[in-house]
């Protein structure tokens, strides 16, 4: 029938914006294990935390590789869970949300150099998916160790 031609939109352009309450506590409770192992000296390259509609969590370290393979790694076993329906092993149905944290450096515009940080990702099915970053300092030193709160650091390539 000519002149009924609808164009498929992208998944993406239908996507929601914004944080839901699951997946930022999902994303919160990720980061603060990861600066507690920070303020210990527990090195990691990448962590990840995957969650279903049931409310069933898996985690995941990613090691013994560089820091680029290992966020590949875990960026792509978002989407090999996706993929699978989830983890048997781990109890996970489907993935709906995940968050990813690694340690890595931002650029502070005021000092012209890079500073260490703990960036996070984390995204949900049928949201925009984001990043954050947290300022650290004093790895390994315990009650020396210091961090900023998240600031927010764009927008990112969806995993779900």
């Known amino acids: 029938m000519e002149g009924s031609h609808k164009v498929p939109q992208s998944s993406d352009s239908a996507r929601q914006t914004g944080v839901s309450r699951k997946t930022d506590e999902l994303a919160s409770a990720l980061l603060g294990d990861a600066l507690d192992l920070l303020a210990s000296g527990e090195a990691f390259e990448a962590l990840l935390a995957v969650q279903d509609a049931a409310g069933v969590a898996a985690s995941y370290e990613f090691v013994d590789d560089g820091p680029e393979a290992c966020l590949e790694g875990a960026r792509d076993r978002v989407r090999s ?28 515009e005021e000092q012209g150099a890079f500073v260490d940080a703990l960036l996070l990702e984390f995204g949900e099915r049928g949201y925009a ?5 947290s300022l650290i300092g004093g790895q390994g030193m315990g009650d020396g160790f ?15």
């Open 81 to 108: 869970l996706a993929r699978a329906q989830g983890d048997k092993d781990a109890h996970l149905g489907a993935p709906v949300r995940y968050a990813l944290v690694y340690e890595g450096a931002v650029e502070d």
């Open 129 to 133: 998916a984001y990043s954050a970053f």
């Open 146 to 160: 210091s961090w900023t709160d998240p600031a927010p650091a764009g927008e990112m390539e969806p995993l779900l």
